[in-house]
């Protein structure tokens, strides 16, 4: 039984369809990267597959969806709601909690963030607060991590850093991905979409940036 | 050249309240009203704070109820707007807002008799209904997506605490603040109706013209709210809390035998208390009641209360556009505008009901006292709000001056803002003009002080009815007109 799995699957919004006749499975294990021009349906397809897992995925939005007057930490913290009862996790929101911030600590510091941890998010730069959004996934953990363009604005050293921790917290890793250099480096699946079609999908084993160039720059 | 929908529809309001002066009664019946308006000024500047005990309670009492009454309001409002998407709250509240805290002051007095908790429920209960709403509204404008992206099986409350509430919490808190100021004027106002508070003292001073007490009493008011920000902090919040609770603790002297009355035989058609209902003549004597009821009462109140609201509308929207310069950077400097701050500050801390008793003591009981004071308070606070907004628009250096600058760049820009004010304004105006009727106006509150002096507590309670649904009416069309004029806010005036 794979994790995920569509089968001819047309999906819009409002009547206009963004995907059409998606037939994909994608197993436990595996690492794969969603590739394509902007607008070829990568977002909405990763949303499918999350609303498909929502029990056992975390998800990195591309919006990044962090509470702006709140903490790093508790941005962090807010994956593992799910973890404690209410007033536990109030008593934390209103005076952080020593074990907790302990708990969070090694995970920002792989991420750069140590230093940021009481900081509310709306005062960080664009690549911090991405960083922090991939923070609360990596403290949620779980079988698999969903990540829409989960490095698009941390710096080429920095991304390599967070890519890399991604892939050791989780079995299991669906991206979807601008950067073609990066995808080969740390997917091991390239699935490549237009205008809401699988176009290719074929292992990165092998395979160069350059080989793509047709895919991005049709002749 | 055809003109836009705004400026047909100002000047349709424009002509309808020019229209309705014809029929309103503006007529001056005191016999010498400028002597004594020499009187009052001469106790505006020889302010008396020699009874300082007395003038400090007073203020103290007001503080309590308002800060007592907003709390409670602010909590029941919080908790019904969780549930604001059901249909019945979004009523009831509409319903509960719809009726003056006065008018609720009046029906509690009936019910539970003259105690603190009548006063704390008169504030609280109205409030709560526009708490609602409004927390509500905040809480929907709040960012969703950090809601979508909570791990599941994240419990309810811990989802709404950390995803929701912290990015709604500076605007709640500053709406809360407002209210609090509201909330003052309306603690102030409740004294008319016998609660110990500033409006008590006020008309006690004034039966006996010692305009001075009168003026010391509204000094230590304007001061009072002017330093809001500085007393009213969150962290002190216990503290008065604590303070309210002492002072206004008391015997609560309610019988339940009092209120059961109420609601089984008081607000029951006279008619048909008692008497046999299979009887014809009980139903004949009902017809009487009603009709009765209204074609003197009902009907006369509901026209002089919609003639006096248009009128008082107009009068505001007018007031506004002569004063916002007043504290506008594109018109006057930094000491002129410091002058039209004060006179907007004391126009719009002095609550419409004090304002109309002031000019109703000048001309005697007839609309004018009643437009001047809703044009007043109203027109300063709607001047406060456009003058501020006027202040964000930044003109080109060569821009014309004087009268060309305001009818050519700046009119234009705020024009659409301040329609979308006084069309929020209107269901406020038609509220304060209702209970402007227990001074002597005989807009609907009127009949309804009439119904208490005569015990007929049925009439009463069907009249307040008739004054909430007249005031959901023009809310109703007030927001259709503004959807259709595309007029919108982002401040909050309730």
Redesign the interface.
């Known amino acids: 039984m794979a994790l995920f799995e569509l089968t001819r699957a047309s999906i819009g919004y409002n009547g206009t369809p963004v995907l059409h006749e998606i037939t994909l499975q994608i197993e436990a294990g595996e690492r794969v990267a969603f590739v394509g021009p902007s607008g070829a349906g990568k977002s909405t397809l990763l949303s499918t597959l999350f609303a498909q897992q929502?029990?056992r995925a975390?998800?990195v939005?591309q919006?990044?969806?962090?509470?702006?007057?709140?903490s790093v930490f508790?941005n962090v913290y807010?994956?593992?709601?799910?973890r404690?009862?209410?007033a536990y996790?109030?008593l934390n929101?209103m005076h952080p909690l020593a074990r907790e911030i302990e708990a969070v600590r090694p995970v920002v510091s792989k991420l750069g963030l140590e230093e940021l941890l009481g900081k509310p998010v709306g005062e960080l730069s664009g690549g911090q607060q991405q960083r922090t959004?991939v923070g609360?996934a990596l403290f949620?953990g779980?079988e698999v991590l969903l990540g829409d363009e989960p490095v698009s604005s941390v710096d080429p050293l920095q991304s390599r850093r967070v890519l890399e921790a991604i892939n050791a917290a989780f079995p299991t890793v669906v991206l979807a991905m601008h950067d073609v250099g990066l995808a080969l480096d740390f997917t091991d699946r390239l699935i490549g979409l237009k205008g809401g079609r699988v176009e290719f999908d074929r292992p990165t084993q092998g395979l160069r940036a350059a080989d793509l160039d047709a895919f991005y720059h049709p002749a | 050249m055809t003109h836009s929908a705004t400026y047909k529809t100002s000047l349709a309001f424009l002509a309808s309240a020019i229209l309705l002066l014809f029929f309103a009664d503006l007529g001056v019946s005191t016999l010498h009203p400028w002597a004594e308006l020499g009187r009052m000024a001469l106790g505006a500047i020889t302010p008396n704070f020699l009874s300082i005990d007395i003038l400090l309670h007073a203020l103290a009492m007001t503080v309590g109820f308002a800060f007592g009454g907003v709390a409670l309001g602010a909590g029941v409002g919080f908790c019904l707007a969780m549930v604001f998407h059901l249909r019945i709250v979004r009523v009831g509240c509409a319903f509960v807002r719809a009726i003056h805290e006065l008018f609720w002051a009046l029906i509690f007095l009936q019910v539970l008799g003259l105690n603190p908790l009548t006063g704390l429920m008169a504030i609280a209960v109205p409030y709560a209904g526009t708490f609602a709403k409004v927390y509500a509204e905040i809480l929907e404008e709040a960012d969703h997506s950090p809601m979508r992206a909570l791990p599941a099986g994240t419990p309810l409350l811990s989802a709404f605490f950390f995803a929701r509430l912290p990015q709604s919490w500076s605007h709640l808190r500053a709406y809360t603040g407002y209210r609090l100021e509201c909330g003052l004027r309306s603690s102030a106002v409740l004294g008319f109706v016998g609660l110990p508070t500033l409006g008590y003292h006020l008309e006690s001073y004034f039966q006996v013209g010692d305009y001075s007490q009168v003026a010391a009493l509204l000094f230590l008011f304007y001061v009072l709210i002017a330093t809001l920000r500085v007393w009213m902090r969150p962290r002190l919040m216990p503290l008065y809390a604590i303070a309210s609770a002492v002072l206004l603790y008391g015997p609560i002297n309610t019988s339940w035998a009092n209120v059961t009355r109420f609601f089984t035989r008081e607000v029951v058609p006279a008619p048909l208390r008692g008497a046999p209902l299979g009887d014809a003549a009980t139903w004949h004597a009902l017809g009487h009641w009603a009709g009765d009821l209204a074609t003197r009462q009902a009907l006369p109140g509901a026209i002089n209360t919609v003639v006096l609201t248009q009128i008082a509308l107009v009068a505001t929207g007018v007031l506004t556009l002569l004063w916002f310069p007043l504290i506008s950077r594109h018109f006057l400097g930094r000491p002129g505008r410091l002058a039209g701050h004060v006179l907007l500050v004391v126009s719009r801390s002095t609550p419409e009901y004090i304002l109309a008793y002031v000019f109703l003591q000048l001309w005697g009981p007839s609309m004018l006292p009643a437009i001047v004071a809703l044009a007043l308070h109203n027109g300063a606070i709607i001047g406060h709000l456009i003058g501020r907004y006027s202040n964000g628009i930044d003109l080109r250096p060569d821009a014309p001056r004087g009268l060309n600058r305001y009818g050519y760049e700046v009119l234009p820009r705020v024009y659409p803002q301040f329609l979308a004010f006084l069309f929020y304004r209107w269901e406020v105006i038609m509220r304060e003009t209702g209970i402007l009727g227990i001074l002597g106006v005989r807009t609907l509150g009127f009949y309804v002080d009439s119904a208490i002096a005569e015990i007929r507590i049925d009439r009463m309670m069907y009249l307040i009815l008739l004054t909430a649904l007249l005031n959901i009416g023009i809310d109703a069309f007030s927001r259709n007109l503004r959807a259709r004029l595309r007029l919108t806010t982002t401040a909050k005036v309730e």
């Open positions: 929502r029990e975390a998800l939005p919006e990044y969806a962090l509470v702006k007057n709140l508790h807010m994956g593992r709601l799910h404690h009862s209410s996790n109030l929101l959004a609360r949620q779980g």
